[in-house]
């Protein structure tokens, strides 16, 4: 556990609004519980173990009112690089939050001993922004001061301060440097960023630029930014300023999309710390929001680099992929609260999607082509998350293809899903990572689900559903699986299965499960598996083999079913 010593007169604070004003409305607070409780002022604290870091106001509550965004740096108090986290949502946590509302630790204990600080900035829902740097001590006091402190250390490595690869929905990824120096003011171009409608300026400026091949630089505005739908066409080059809020007029169509990328090559746009956002008045009156996306690559573009930023609340997809896009890379992005997807993509090739976040929305990613001549062509999902989505985690679906489609190829590696479809009830709906076939159609390729993990699904973990055996190939390698089936609406009860209804062609198979780790330590699953074919065929090369520990399955052994009869491996 951790522990904490208040430190009298110690603890210097930068305080202040960036229009110069003192006397911050908002202050850092620390607690040695995951809820928060008797949390302490951070500045002045000596630290010992895991401490839970938030921002708060006067009230000392873990949901402060009137924040649109907290930015947070450590031992940057001049705030010269990227921020190591940002927050868009209550509870403001320095190092993220869990699924279920409790706060992820800062190991305090893996930092050098001595000094240190960290500051926010926080952009409230009106008002300039406030930054506050809040000093402390790890490992011993501050000097001067008199205690005791207890509590076993963390192991491992010290901390420097410095960003590093981050591998939970809340920690840091490794951001590049800031804009640089001969980028291009935007407010070269007039002015901007100070309530009013900024479309025209943006467009000019990226539009200048591009034709110019320099970089246009945005840096933070006296207020937010507005802005109506603008496009990149080929070469534009854009830089986003930590801590630049860029916020959707009114008025988006029902089709309009913020930023679009169509029919161009070799854009970028870099926004470590940065923010897209659309208020949710803008399509919360719709019976099916889908189209309002933040970032839309089409129109066959390539070599588009997308990285950084956040987009909140956007009546479509956070990133739309499609019109057979190529070499498409989307990096460090996070999409919060899009009334659609996190990530869809319909088409694209030899494109690959790293380090994103994609947290409560319908579906974390969809990757599910409308038409037969839409590519899923050499497509990589790595390192990533979804989170808190209402449907589904990660979803690949290839029932637009025929024989003569592309053959696909899909590779979804190191994908950590986590509570996706709590409370839903449709049996079809909150799996982790989902399949959905060809139904008959002869279809060459492959889908690899590659040690990924699931962590308190809806329904199953994985359902590879109407995947027929002259279809491509769909492997899951060393799936983790922790808690499934919250609902109770899993097949069979079932952590995992392959199955389908009636009305099937031909035989189900070419699905593999091999080092499938599985533990159900609330009493949600029957079994580990479940095989099922509501048509009546057979199954055809299948497999569940060499199964790491499998724990917690109420009627196990058998481990699973293959069409209603127990068994505990299969391999067909």
Known sequence: ?????????????????????????????????????????????????????????????????????????????????????????????????????????????????????????????????EVYTATFAIGSLLAGDAGVETGAPETGAPETGAPKPGKDAGSDSVAPAACPASAVSLLTFGSAGKGGDDTAVFQKAINSTAGAGQTLRIPVGSALYNISPITFPSNANVCLDSGVVIEANPGYGQYDIMLGVSGADNVQIIGYGATFHMATSEWSSDSDPEYRHCLAITGGSSHVTAAGFSCVTFGGDGVYLGGNSSNVTVTDVTADGCARDGLTVISAKDSTIKGCHFINGHTGVDMEPNVATDALDNVTLEDSFTTNNNWGGVNVSTYAYTSASTPIKVTVARHTDENTGKGMTQFDGATSFSANGTNGVALGGSVLFDTCTSINSGSRAAWVAWWTANGPSVTFKDLTVVNPNQNRTAVDGAAIAVGRGGGGVGDQGNAFFTGTSISDTGGTIDYYFTFYDGSGFPFTNIQFLAPGSLSGASKAPPNGLLNGSGVNTVNM
Not at 11 to 28: A, K, N, R, Y
Not at 47 to 74: C, E, M
């Open 1 to 129: 556990t951790g522990s904490f010593a208040a430190c009298g007169g110690h603890g210097v604070e930068q305080t202040g609004v960036e229009s110069g004003m003192l006397t911050p409305s908002f202050t850092l607070l620390v607690s040695t519980s995951d809820t928060r409780s008797s949390p302490i002022l951070l500045s002045g604290a000596a630290l010992k173990g895991p401490a839970y870091i938030f921002t708060s106001d006067a009230t000392h509550s873990p949901n402060p009112a009137g924040i649109r965004q907290v930015d947070y740096w450590l031992d940057d108090p001049a705030m010269t690089t990227p921020p190591r986290h940002v927050e868009h949502f209550t509870p403001y946590d320095f190092t993220g939050t869990k699924a279920d509302s409790t706060a992820k630790p800062w190991l305090s204990s893996k930092m050098t001993k001595g000094s240190h600080s960290i500051t926010e900035r926080v952009i409230p829902t009106s008002g300039p922004a």
